[in-house]
């Protein structure tokens, strides 16, 4: 039996990929907030574990050494963002979202680093965000960035082992969280996609599976964002801000 560790594993993106790994045969341990999850699925198990308290972290870390000897996937998904102005963010913000993002994850895999098997796969889940500035996301942005460091620095630790470290870059994705945004965002952010729309799970699963499934891709963000250029939005406005005035001259 191969053993899946998924964080954030219970909804949107985490959930698909946690479905994705058990269809290849994995039992996924996953983590979550919120409500209890009651839902019962096969080879899957869902630990409630606060991700901004190092001793939820510990806790769950030592509940999967004690049911498995080994973790052939890890997918670090789990983020955190509070939608606050540069300048209104506290301290207890900012920490709560790096604990979630980044320190949970670098202690996650720190500590079952012994018994991750050759040839495993690392995923991490990163963002167009911690690429490209956007308006009221700057913290979320840093972590995000900081999210896709962590990658990339990891693959040196599994040199020479077969075992890959890659992260995906979603773009905007139809979740439960996006869906609660107001028309009148979505089609501003669709403007700035050149598809004109989200992408839906699925196919943001499917570039998790093309890791999972590709033993050569190795320390990449791949970015799966339909087109989405805020700069090239940024100059249309810009061009019909000219434009407007040319005329009114």
Not at 7 to 29: D, P
Not at 224 to 232: C, D, P
Request: charged content about 25%.
């Amino acid at each position: 039996m191969k053993y899946a560790v998924v964080t954030g594993g219970t909804s949107g993106i985490g959930l698909g990929v946690a479905n994705m790994l058990r269809e290849k045969g994995y039992y996924v341990f996953a983590t979550y907030v919120g409500p209890d999850f009651t839902e019962k699925m096969e080879n899957f198990e869902a630990v409630k574990t606060d991700q901004t308290s190092r001793e939820d972290v510990y806790r769950f870390i030592s509940y999967v050494k004690s049911k498995c000897d080994h973790v052939d996937c890890i997918v670090c998904n789990a983020g955190m963002t509070i939608r606050k102005s540069f300048v209104e963010t506290e301290d207890a913000d900012w920490d709560k979202m790096m604990e979630v993002a980044v320190n949970s994850h670098y202690i996650l895999i720190r500590e079952l680093f012994p018994i991750i098997p050759a040839n495993s796969r690392i995923l991490f889940t990163g963002s167009q965000m911690g690429l490209m500035p956007h308006a009221m996301v700057l913290s979320y942005g840093v972590t995000k960035a900081a999210v896709h460091a962590l990658a990339k620095n990891l693959v040196k630790e599994f040199e020479g082992t077969g075992t890959t470290v890659n992260a995906i870059v979603p773009g905007f994705v139809e979740t439960p969280w996006q869906k609660e945004k107001p028309e009148e965002i979505k089609q501003n952010i669709y403007k700035k996609t050149a598809i004109h729309r989200f992408a839906s799970v699925d196919e943001i699963v499917d570039a998790y599976r093309f890791c999972v499934d590709n033993p050569f891709v190795n320390g990449s963000l791949i970015e799966v964002n339909g087109g989405y250029s805020y700069k090239e939005c940024i100059k249309r406005i810009h061009e019909s801000s000219c434009s407007s005035r040319l005329s009114a001259v």
